[in-house]
């Protein structure tokens, strides 16, 4: 779904879904039974394949991805989410000014902050 102008040989398939090639030899008739590939192209002995975008099946997941990445895009930039470096800072705090202060103060003075500002980054 994240490339839908390339298409893929089985193997790349097995690769980019972690699949085992028993599974993905399995369940890939009922991909093809169900229309939700198109044969592409041979590439050698490779024959090539992608989603067919025709398919309602096909166009209710590619809605269903859109609405996921919405969900969360939204959800990232809503006021209320918080990051990692606003959890390590604490709200409203400017991280290169924490960061300045930070390399300025004392080495006594530092304490746990060195590891939260590591890890904000």
């Not at 093809?32 to 394949?49: P, Q």
């Not at 269903?64 to 705090?93: F, H, M, R, V």
Request: some cysteine; overall charge negative; aromatic content about 6%.
């Amino acid at each position: 779904m994240d490339n839908e102008g390339f298409d893929y040989s089985k193997t790349e398939v097995m690769d980019g879904t972690d699949l085992s090639r028993a599974t993905l030899f399995k369940a890939w008739p009922k991909l093809e039974a169900l229309d939700l590939l198109t044969a592409t192209r041979n590439v050698g002995r490779a024959k090539m394949y992608r989603l067919n975008k025709q398919n309602a099946i096909v166009k209710k997941l590619l809605e269903l991805d859109d609405a996921i990445s919405e969900y969360y895009a939204q959800k990232q930039c809503s006021p209320e989410a918080s990051s990692p470096i606003s959890t390590a800072l604490g709200p409203g705090q400017d991280p290169v000014k924490a960061i300045v202060e930070y390399e300025n103060a004392p080495h006594s003075d530092r304490g746990s902050k060195s590891k939260e500002l590591l890890l904000a980054q």
